[in-house]
């Protein structure tokens, strides 16, 4: 494959099946375990999986700087649901949100719904959420793209997009070519 390489934040989570909707748009998904392995690479995602345990990895391997730094300097970069906690103040600190953990309640309220993403094209994308997380505060520089029954969950600040689902579960492969195409939505 040729195209560009994305970095998969691989700790813990689901990041396997981000690695496999990378490959079906001709990206190459690189595993992050350690710092090394973000050297070279075109975007990265911080997929779902549970946020306390991926902050333990990011402590643990001393990822947290080299993330920071990567991000900062405008690598574009996704976060689904865990990931868009690990973006927030309290965790990463690259956005100007604060995420509200399991917002809309435990396992077995996960549900699905549309999506209506301002600026992605093709009607509304279908959302998996799972314990999902929804942005409970954010800063003058987000901007909120879609919200369900009233809460944000998605948001874009830079080179940064955040999004309470799942999009890798869907097969609706929109938010990855934003990010493979180095831009969002808007």
Not at 109 to 122: H, P, T, Y
Not at 138 to 155: K, N, Q, Y
Request: with cysteine.
């Amino acid at each position: 494959m040729t195209g560009p390489e994305v970095g998969v934040l691989a700790l813990q989570g689901g990041f396997e099946a981000h690695a496999l909707m990378l490959e079906r748009l001709g990206a190459r998904g690189r595993e992050v375990r350690v710092p090394e392995d973000l050297e070279g690479i075109d975007a990265l995602i911080l997929p779902g999986g549970e946020s306390t345990t991926m902050t333990l990895g990011i402590e643990r391997e001393q990822l947290a700087e080299p993330l920071c730094a990567l991000v900062a300097g405008g690598t574009p970069t996704l976060g689904t649901c865990a990931g868009l906690i690990m973006l927030d103040r309290d965790h990463l600190g690259l956005m100007d949100i604060r995420a509200q953990r399991n917002a809309f309640g435990r396992q077995v309220k996960s549900f699905e719904a549309d999506v209506d993403l301002d600026g992605v094209d093709g009607g509304p994308l279908h959302g998996v959420f799972i314990r999902a997380p929804w942005i409970a505060e954010h800063g003058p520089r987000v901007e909120i793209l879609a919200s369900i029954d009233g809460h944000p969950v998605a948001a874009r600040q830079a080179s940064m997009l955040a999004v309470a689902f799942h999009p890798e579960l869907s097969g609706d492969d929109r938010v990855h070519r934003l990010l493979l195409n180095g831009r969002q939505p808007g």
